[in-house]
């Protein structure tokens, strides 16, 4: 069951024992007494739940951020924590008031016949006045947390409609979207020509930075339902060079049902496509692209997003902020890191939503020219108020690497930690085998000699091969082969399922030879 289906569950659960323990109070004797207990059962389930921080369950008490940022959220939560402690107060009232032997064990009797109560359903402990005072107390904390019940639902009604309609008819109150799908790649022996490929007209190019440009594109109505994307998702899309069209990988900054999709691409130094895109790109122009693919993406939105991005990695973060911001109801806490403020995207953009969503966002920048380099260390400060949240981090290698870190050192669970890794994953030093590859393409057979450490692609690139290829970085599935003989391993993978890695599918930009021959075919 998904984390959303269970957090609706428990609380469809609570409501119906709240509800049928509070009218069984003056006429069910028993029925209100085992009621009871199965709230206590279900206080307990929440307070293991809270301690085990499991997915899709919030925590119990406000996080230190919102203490300090008071508003609509804290209220909620602070209605929460009430409610709990109403729940506990008129239980442990109606606890103390009665013989529990005797109501267990008559209750017991209904499915183990030999139990008997013994004392005929009487279930008062005695004590006179001090059992009425007990008794009016228990009614008093009943109404009132009832009362409680009341107000939370009046908040719902007012600053959580989505959230209260979700947990009613059990959608998450995010759309689904489309399943993550690994894009068609080009058509095998051809870089220019791709099966699945799509025209799009280049709307608009606009200047985000010195080195970034976001790219907005018009899409047909008829072509819409082949660019549906989730949040965080990326776009492969082929640049004309001396050497034919390339195809590149870049994440969507807009959310999803945006009217023009937008991808965002920083200029990288040496790099062919991303240049071309920044310097000779204008609206008007057709680009050639692929279906969106990725999986860096949110399941749901029952949790808090502890978002951390760095440079160029703010683009898929971007989408999944302002999607959460749209259509979740948790709060979002970004931490940014750029070399200095001229360079960072969407500065305005992110200034906007703050002001738009004081009680919901939080926004934390950082700037290397000014305060250093963020190390573990220092994320590990930043951090330790959003510990409950699910957690999504791209940026260069070596920030992402102290991001992760830092994580594991709040004790983050690995499971709440998703990452999204830009360009190529290199193999250690001196790492690898030689290798004959037995290679089908096209139709055509042929023999490519691979070097030890060489991944596949780069292997019968260099034989003058001219394989399906975009992402490089084992993200999106356009290099998928199938090896037909000897084996390979894998340095990254975020595409193939286990059932296709069984079946013998790989990525030829991420896979080494591990025999002394290998046979692929495309």
Same mark, same amino acid.
Request: with cysteine; aromatic share 6%; proline share 6%.
């Given at each position: 069951?998904?984390?959303?289906?269970?957090?609706?569950?428990?609380?469809?659960?609570?409501?119906?024992?709240?509800?049928?323990?509070?009218? =069984?109070?003056?006429?069910?004797?028993?029925?209100?007494?085992?009621?009871?207990?199965?709230?206590?059962?279900?206080?307990?389930?929440?307070?293991?739940?809270?301690?085990?921080?499991?997915?899709?369950?919030?925590?119990?008490?406000?996080?230190?951020?919102?203490?300090?940022?008071?508003?609509?959220?804290?209220?909620?939560?602070?209605? =929460?924590?009430?409610?709990?402690?109403?729940?506990?107060?008129?239980?442990?009232?109606?606890?103390?008031?009665?013989?529990?032997?005797?109501?267990?064990?008559?209750?017991?009797?209904?499915?183990?016949?030999?139990?008997?109560?013994?004392?005929?359903?009487?279930?008062?402990?005695?004590?006179?006045?001090?059992?009425?005072?007990? &008794?009016?107390?228990? $009614?008093?904390?009943?109404?009132?947390?009832?009362?409680?019940?009341?107000?939370?639902?009046?908040?719902?009604?007012?600053?959580?409609?989505?959230?209260?309609?979700?947990?009613?008819?059990?959608?998450?109150? =995010?759309?689904?979207?489309?399943?993550?799908?690994?894009?068609?790649?080009?058509?095998?022996?051809?870089?220019?020509?791709?099966?699945?490929?799509?025209?799009?007209?280049?709307?608009?190019?606009?200047?985000?930075?010195?080195?970034?440009?976001?790219?907005?594109?018009?899409?047909?109505?008829?072509?819409?339902?082949?660019?549906?994307?989730?949040?965080?998702?990326?776009?492969?899309?082929?640049?004309?060079?001396?050497?034919?069209?390339?195809?590149?990988?870049?994440?969507?900054?807009?959310?999803?049902?945006?009217?023009?999709?937008?991808?965002?691409?920083?200029?990288?130094?040496?790099?062919?496509?991303?240049?071309?895109?920044?310097?000779?790109?204008?609206?008007?122009?057709?680009? $050639?692209?692929?279906?969106?693919?990725?999986?860096?993406?949110? &399941?749901?939105?029952?949790?808090?997003?502890?978002?951390?991005?760095?440079?160029?990695?703010?683009?898929?973060?971007?989408?999944?902020?302002?999607?959460?911001?749209?259509?979740?109801?948790?709060?979002?806490?970004?931490?940014?890191?750029?070399?200095?403020?001229?360079?960072?995207?969407?500065?305005?953009?992110?200034?906007?939503?703050?002001?738009?969503?004081?009680?919901?966002?939080?926004?934390?920048?950082?700037? &290397?020219?000014?305060?250093?380099?963020?190390?573990?260390?220092?994320?590990?400060?930043?951090?330790?108020?959003? =510990?409950?949240?699910?957690?999504?981090?791209?940026?260069?290698?070596?920030?992402?690497?102290?991001?992760?870190?830092?994580?594991?050192?709040?004790?983050?669970?690995?499971?709440?930690?998703?990452?999204?890794?830009?360009?190529?994953?290199?193999?250690?030093?001196?790492?690898?085998?030689?290798?004959?590859?037995?290679?089908?393409?096209?139709?055509?057979?042929?023999?490519?000699?691979?070097?030890?450490? $060489?991944?596949?692609?780069?292997?019968?690139?260099?034989?003058?091969?001219?394989?399906?290829?975009?992402?490089?970085?084992?993200?999106?599935?356009?290099?998928?082969?199938?090896?037909?003989?000897?084996?390979?391993?894998?340095?990254?993978?975020?595409?193939?399922?286990?059932?296709?890695?069984?079946?013998?599918?790989?990525?030829?930009?991420?896979?080494?030879?591990?025999?002394?021959?290998?046979?692929?075919?495309?």
């Amino acid at each position: 069951m998904k984390p959303f289906s269970r957090f609706r569950l428990y609380h469809w659960l609570l409501a119906i024992a709240f509800g049928a323990a509070y009218l =069984t109070g003056d006429d069910a004797e028993l029925a209100h007494v085992w009621l009871g207990y199965g709230l206590i059962a279900l206080l307990a389930v929440r307070l293991v739940l809270a301690i085990a921080r499991s997915r899709g369950f919030p925590a119990l008490l406000p996080p230190a951020a919102q203490w300090k940022k008071p508003g609509n959220a804290l209220a909620g939560k602070l209605l =929460t924590v009430g409610l709990v402690l109403g729940f506990v107060s008129t239980l442990t009232i109606g606890v103390t008031m009665i013989d529990n032997r005797a109501a267990l064990s008559e209750g017991l009797s209904t499915v183990i016949p030999a139990t008997q109560a013994d004392d005929d359903g009487d279930y008062d402990e005695g004590g006179g006045g001090l059992l009425k005072d007990a &008794d009016e107390v228990h $009614e008093w904390l009943a109404n009132a947390t009832l009362t409680l019940v009341g107000l939370h639902l009046g908040w719902l009604l007012l600053y959580r409609r989505r959230q209260a309609w979700a947990m009613l008819g059990g959608s998450p109150t =995010t759309p689904a979207g489309p399943a993550p799908q690994p894009p068609v790649g080009p058509a095998p022996g051809s870089r220019g020509a791709a099966n699945g490929a799509l025209a799009l007209r280049v709307a608009e190019v606009r200047r985000e930075s010195a080195d970034a440009v976001s790219i907005l594109f018009d899409v047909p109505a008829a072509l819409r339902p082949r660019l549906a994307y989730r949040a965080g998702q990326f776009l492969t899309l082929a640049a004309p060079t001396a050497d034919g069209k390339v195809w590149r990988c870049y994440s969507f900054s807009s959310a999803p049902g945006a009217p023009q999709p937008r991808v965002t691409v920083k200029r990288v130094a040496g790099g062919v496509v991303s240049n071309w895109l920044n310097s000779e790109l204008k609206a008007g122009d057709t680009l $050639e692209v692929l279906p969106p693919a990725g999986n860096f993406v949110a &399941d749901g939105c029952a949790d808090d997003l502890l978002l951390i991005a760095a440079g160029s990695g703010i683009t898929p973060v971007f989408s999944l902020l302002q999607d959460a911001l749209a259509h979740g109801e948790g709060r979002v806490h970004l931490v940014y890191a750029n070399r200095d403020a001229a360079s960072a995207i969407f500065a305005a953009e992110l200034e906007r939503l703050c002001a738009t969503h004081p009680d919901r966002l939080s926004l934390h920048h950082h700037f &290397d020219a000014v305060s250093g380099y963020l190390d573990a260390a220092a994320l590990t400060a930043l951090l330790q108020d959003w =510990t409950h949240a699910q957690a999504f981090v791209c940026g260069p290698a070596p920030f992402m690497q102290a991001a992760e870190a830092a994580l594991a050192n709040l004790g983050v669970d690995a499971a709440r930690v998703h990452v999204e890794r830009f360009g190529q994953v290199r193999a250690p030093a001196g790492a690898g085998r030689a290798a004959t590859l037995q290679v089908t393409l096209g139709g055509q057979m042929q023999n490519v000699e691979a070097r030890p450490g $060489e991944v596949l692609l780069a292997s019968m690139e260099r034989a003058g091969l001219t394989p399906p290829s975009a992402c490089r970085a084992g993200s999106c599935g356009a290099c998928k082969c199938k090896v037909t003989a000897g084996r390979v391993k894998l340095r990254e993978n975020q595409v193939l399922t286990d059932a296709e890695l069984a079946e013998g599918w790989t990525l030829a930009c991420q896979a080494e030879p591990e025999t002394e021959r290998v046979e692929l075919r495309f």
